[in-house]
């Protein structure tokens, strides 16, 4: 039988296990990257693993996330992440050089081969034709330790593209609509893979573009082939050796197939707060926007700041709109400077920032109250820009930059017609200042800089035969990991120090949590949440659930949960539990007394259920883990199993 562009890279990366949907399988990671919000853990992970330098064919270290050095926190961290980085044999992509997945993309990246990274827009290799996931700091300081990542077999996604995009609609475009019909929680479980005639119409940033914004629908990650695209994108890195041609054989077969025709796509945009919430940008059209964002590891290409530049030609940027540019990398940067187009940019008004994921997480950039900021951004989660009660939009940048010229959400097609933009054929590479991997000797002299930001990494229990505690907290359905573990300009630096972080637990949603958390702690009872869907959706911020497990919880009862964070819990000894039956859900108050008799047991039998006695009345949970997962549990998380 004929296999998809994902089978012929999982087989070639098989370590143990089957190809079989649902079954655990054990994955070779070529490639790694971390960024610095979650590499300062990922690095402490590894140094406890205790080997002296990475085990990958690659990896590379990146600070994007957090460049606002408001005091010595930050810089701090960036000193250890570049004395790590020489320590054990990393790149070094420093601060203001670009973010990760950009600058992987454009000077690391390779077809064929797997990428793991400490981040949840890993999935923008699949552009080039990688198999590029998402996961925890602990499971990425794992594969550089050489050792294989765990993954559960997803089912494949066939996504169908023919015709070609028409003017003014662009490949965020693509993915907004199969948001619009399948939602945030429709890719878990799945791998999405690009085939068919409509593959050839799309350049690798904007495969780029769909396999990032793919994270989104809660798939493990989006896969495009590799093909004659591929090869002209490498060639304009100066990288054409490293193409391979990789295409799914004609008779592949995929669970899921759906039908996309990108000729008869309009420009889409979505609406507060969540990324699914899309509608045709001509029924919002005419609502005054104030803030206008173009960047961020989905649209923050050469074409994307391109295409924005030469809209720009002869015109003006509304004076009502704050309009930014946060450019994907200094190699964007440096090549729109090149082509003029960056004195156009700031001719108009634009506010040029250096090359980082800024706004994007919450570092700067908050929108003021009540007004409408528009962004080319993966996210809209409520909160997220630094604004309580914000009003995000999601767009393409033919749609922000319209919008910003008029003032108003504009359908860019009232501009009359598109600019023509190619791509050079030779870009400059504007990697300079990435730092090769020192030597072994070299390496030897290097000292790791510790500031006294960094603390170090706590210890957990193993998991008792019964457990006790309370339901300390309920929350809806599709939370966040930015609800769970908040990001911003207060508590991102915090995120090498978990006593410290650990304060701001769901402070968006019960401000005193970790308060709470305290005085449970000090009558010797631990914490259960309670939560509904797709719970965990979003970052793959392990703080979510290290930090969560420092204050005391150690159960979480939900009606579902998405990949990567459920991934985390396990990692840090939280028993992830489904309801058996949803229903139960609206059983369950806050501030219930827990017990669950014999979950140790369970868990190292291979129960797949357990009762979980809620005020004395047992309402039944399943447990979804495999072999490996039950008996880290057991041990109280994935380092002390290690140990
Ligand atoms: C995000 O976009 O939410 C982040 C910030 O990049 C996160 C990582 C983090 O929280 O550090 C992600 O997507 O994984
Ligand atoms: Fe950075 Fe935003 Fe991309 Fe996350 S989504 S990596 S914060 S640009």
Known sequence: MGRTVTEKILADHLVAGELRQGEEVALRIDQTLTQDATGTMAYLEFEAIGIPRVRTELSVCYVDHNLVQSDFKNADDHRFLQSVARKFGLYFSPPGNGISHQVHLERFGVPGKTLL???????????????????????????????????IMPKIYGIHLTGKLQ????????????????SVKGGVGYIMEYF???????????????????????????????????????????????WQELTADPDARYSEVMELDLATLEPLIACPSSPDNVVPVREVAGRPVVQVLVGSCTNSSIRDLTVVAR????????????????????????????????LTLIHAGARVHQAGCLGCIGMGQAPPTGGISLRTFPRNFPGRSGTVGDYVYLCSPEVAVASAIHGVITDPRDLGAYPEVTLPDRVLPGDERIEK?????????????????????????????????????KVAD????????????????????IPAISEYVFHQIHQNFAH????????????????????GQGSSREHAALAPRYLGVQVKLVKSFARIHKANLINFGIVPLTFANPDDYDRV???????????????????????????????????????RHREILAAGGLLNWAR
């Open 196 to 242: 068919g005639p409509g593959v050839a119409e799309l350049t690798v940033t904007d495969r780029a573009t769909i396999t990032n914004f793919g994270a989104e629908l809660g798939a493990t990650t989006s896969v495009f082939p590799s093909d004659e695209q591929t090869r002209r994108f490498l060639a304009s890195q100066g990288r054409e050796e490293q």
């Open 117 to 151: 990274g400490s981040d949840s827009h890993t999935p923008t290799g699949g552009g080039l034709g990688m198999l590029a996931i998402g996961a925890g700091g602990l499971d990425v300081a794992m594969a550089m330790a050489g050792k294989p990542f765990y993954l």
């Open 478 to 497: 599709n939370i966040t990991t930015d609800h769970i573990m908040p990001a911003g300009a207060r508590i991102l630096p915090l995120r090498s120090n």
């Open 167 to 182: 003017p003014w609609v662009s490949a965020r475009d693509v993915l907004l609509e199969v948001l619009r019909r399948l």
């Open 589 to 627: 108050e806050q501030g219930a007394e827990v017990v669950i008799p014999g979950i140790r047991a369970a868990l190292l039998e291979g129960s797949t259920s357990v009762t979980v006695e809620v005020n004395g009345t047992p309402v039944p949970a399943l447990i979804d883990l495999s072999p």
């Open 516 to 535: 709470e958390m305290r005085d449970a702690a000090l009558e010797g009872v631990y914490g259960l949440i309670i939560g509904g869907e797709n719970y």
């Open 311 to 342: 809209t720009l030609a002869d015109r003006e940027i509304s004076r009502e709109v704050s309009f930014e540019i946060n450019p994907g990398s200094r190699q964007v940067l440096e090549n729109i400077t090149a082509r003029g187009d960056l």
């Open 437 to 473: 991997p020192l030597s072994e000797v070299e390496a030897a002299g290097v000292e790791i800089i510790r500031g006294p930001n960094i603390a170090p990494f706590p210890t957990f229990e193993p998991m008792p035969e019964t457990w006790r505690g309370r339901v300390m907290l």
